[in-house]
């Protein structure tokens, strides 16, 4: 058999996996039953609401320049599944990737440490501090997810400037990583530097993706606080701020970014 040949075989496994991935996990999200109408509730559904990201299946759609034409066209992130328990990555960036897991991991991170995200996006970087204290499985979820390279070359898809917010966390608004997580807290007022866990109106609904909060509209949210708010941004706020200035106006939920914005990596540091 021919090298080409060979190589087209392969690439025809990898797109027809990409498929059964995508329809595995829309059938799960309809058994969930993730598709709303109009309300609050849906202005940080983690799930659905911009429909034109869903396109080709090419891991290489994205590029590592600042200036990213058009929207991104991602289906699914590219990476291994882990079928199982989900064990806890290493720490050092060498952890091969994955981006579909059978169950939520378990506790991989030392609740009495302080740990600081970086995200690495093509507008510039973001800095998080994560709160172990209040939302130790929340952020043991984000951590775990990021040290798995997860969220590499993934967008931010949804900007919104009715309530001031950026959403992201997945290749498209459909993305997930396989399974959900419960909700850790209520009673959550929203301000300008969070970082909250983004999900449908249904409780324990959350899984990968997440929202930024820029600026003081998202306090319309205030009156649900379900919204898991796991970290604070204590650099690059001009940068979320930034991102959201780009909204296109097109697209449900608030509208697109007007260039697609990547999160090239998301590193983790404890201390």
Do not use: H, W
């Amino acid at each position: 058999m021919g090298t080409d040949k060979r190589s087209r075989q392969k690439a025809n496994r990898e797109i027809a996996r990409q498929a059964r991935i995508r329809r595995q996990k829309m059938e799960k999200v309809r058994k969930r039953g993730l598709i709303f109408g109009v309300g609050i509730p849906v202005l940080v559904v983690a799930l659905f609401g911009v429909s034109n990201f869903t396109g080709s299946s090419d891991s290489n759609s994205a590029s590592d320049t600042t200036e990213l034409a058009g929207p991104p066209t991602l289906e699914t992130l590219p990476g291994r599944q882990i079928t199982g328990a989900t064990p806890c990555p290493k720490t050092d960036g060498t952890e091969e990737r994955a981006t579909i897991f059978e169950k939520a991991p378990s506790m991989c991170i030392d609740a009495k440490k302080s740990y600081t995200a970086t995200f690495d996006t093509t507008e510039g970087e973001i800095v998080v501090a994560l709160d172990t204290k209040n939302t130790p499985n929340t952020v043991n979820n984000f951590v775990t997810l990021s040290n798995y390279g997860y969220y590499n070359k993934s967008y931010i898809f949804r900007t919104d400037p009715s309530i001031d917010i950026i959403q992201g966390g997945g290749a498209s608004n459909i993305d997930d990583p396989g399974y959900t997580i419960k909700d850790e807290g209520t009673g959550f007022k929203y301000s300008a530097g969070d970082l909250v866990m983004a999900r449908s109106s249904g409780e324990n609904s959350g899984g990968g993706q997440f929202f930024f909060v820029t600026g003081p509209k998202a306090s319309v949210l205030d009156s649900q606080g379900t919204y898991v708010t796991f970290g604070k941004v204590t650099s690059g706020l001009d940068i979320t701020q930034k991102i959201l200035a780009l909204n296109s106006g097109e697209g449900d939920l608030g509208g697109a970014p007007s260039r697609a914005v990547e999160i090239r990596s998301i590193s983790i540091t404890a201390k």
